[in-house]
């Protein structure tokens, strides 16, 4: 079956960096575009970034230029490099298979002096 394991997350400071990675298995995960969503506290579940199966790559024009989407195909794995974090940043990030309801179980980043 479909499974998408998160990792990455932590408590940084305002203007440091974390890269999340998301490990995919139960599907041919070159075929299939990958996208990053976060949920801060009290809010709801929003689109951080996209990649699709070819490489393109769109962001929420809230971390454009700060956070990179890539993915590795050998690994299995899409990674979200984010810099110049804000404490806006803070909330869960999830990894999901675009097209499906396969989500990761999530990681904690918490942007904090």
């Known amino acids: 079956q479909v499974q998408l394991v998160t990792s990455g997350g932590g408590l940084v400071q305002p203007g440091g960096s974390l890269r999340l990675s998301c490990v995919a298995s139960g599907f041919t995960f070159s075929s299939y575009g990958m996208g990053w969503y976060r949920q801060a506290p009290g809010k709801e579940r929003e689109w951080v970034a996209s990649i699709i199966s070819a490489g393109s790559t769109n962001y929420a024009n809230s971390v454009k230029g700060r956070f990179t989407i890539s993915r590795d195909n050998a690994k299995n794995t899409v990674y979200l490099q984010m810099n110049s974090l804000k404490p806006e940043d803070t909330g869960v990030y999830y990894c999901?298979?675009?097209?499906?309801?396969?989500w990761g179980q999530g990681t904690q980043v918490t942007v904090s002096s």
């Open positions: 999901k298979q675009l097209g499906s309801t396969f």
